[in-house]
């Protein structure tokens, strides 16, 4: 089945450091790929997605490339500020229309001062 | 960007009642909403997928007597957690999205309940 495996936390970096996030997924097709964020006791918002092969998704000064030949997603951010602390998710969806979305476990990313 | 909300964002009940939670898409209308259960730093875990007019459909291991979904309009989804337990305290957050193969799902606040 479809799975989405990401490297565990918590993940604890200096403002202004390089950030990258390893995502990892398994699926039949093509499937489209996300990157969703958890800010403390809210729900997710979408930070990126990319739905096609070589496709780069991209806001807020993080980048994910949809690597078909690698099945990888990895975010990446060249310079991180506090404000960016939060909960990390990689997940997929298949294109079949009545599919759900399958998330990872989640990377909890902590930058200090 | 479509907005979804979640009423009400935090509930405190006593075991053995009943607890209803409300999602609506503000600003679209939503084919389809998912129900989500995340327990404290894990991900999310979808309990069911609702469609406007008919009946949910739910994931293995989830107790459709419990866990009462009805998706009456196609801006309205409520979840009603029946004769709550302590066990049942848990953040529960709510998508919903346009339909299509290409949808984004856009994701609620979330609400957190506990149950005493």
């Known amino acids: 089945g479809n799975s989405v495996t990401q490297m565990e936390g918590p993940v604890t970096l200096s403002e202004e450091a390089f950030l990258t996030i390893n995502c990892t997924y398994t699926?039949?097709?093509?499937?489209?790929l996300f990157w969703y964020v958890q800010y403390p006791g809210e729900g997710l918002q979408l930070l990126l997605k990319?739905?096609?092969?070589?496709d780069k998704g991209s806001n807020k000064g993080f980048e994910a490339t949809y690597r078909k030949e690698t099945t990888s997603f990895h975010l990446e951010k060249g310079s991180v500020q506090v404000s960016d602390s939060a909960v990390y998710f990689c997940?997929?969806?298949?294109?079949?229309?009545?599919?759900?979305?399958?998330f990872g476990s989640g990377t909890r990313l902590s930058i200090r001062p | 960007g479509a907005v979804v909300s979640q009423h009400p964002s935090r509930v405190i009940c006593k075991s053995g009642t009943s607890v209803k939670i409300e999602c609506r898409s503000l600003?679209?209308?939503?084919?389809?909403m998912f129900w989500y259960r995340q327990f404290p730093k894990q991900s999310l875990m979808l309990m069911a997928t609702?469609?406007?007019?008919?009946?949910?459909?739910?994931e293995q291991g989830v107790e459709k007597d419990k866990f009462l979904i009805n998706h009456a309009s196609l801006t309205l989804s409520t979840l009603t957690v029946t004769s709550a337990h302590p066990e049942d305290s848990s953040f529960y957050i709510c998508?919903?999205?346009?339909?299509?193969?290409?949808?984004?799902?856009?994701f609620g606040p979330g609400t957190r309940l506990l149950v005493l």
């Open positions: 990319a739905t096609k092969a070589d």
């Open positions: 600003d679209f209308q939503a084919t389809t």
């Open positions: 998508s919903a999205t346009t339909g299509g193969s290409e949808e984004t799902q856009y």
């Open positions: 997940a997929l969806k298949s294109r079949s229309s009545a599919s759900k979305i399958i």
């Open positions: 699926a039949t097709g093509y499937p489209s």
């Open positions: 609702s469609n406007e007019g008919s009946k949910a459909t739910y």
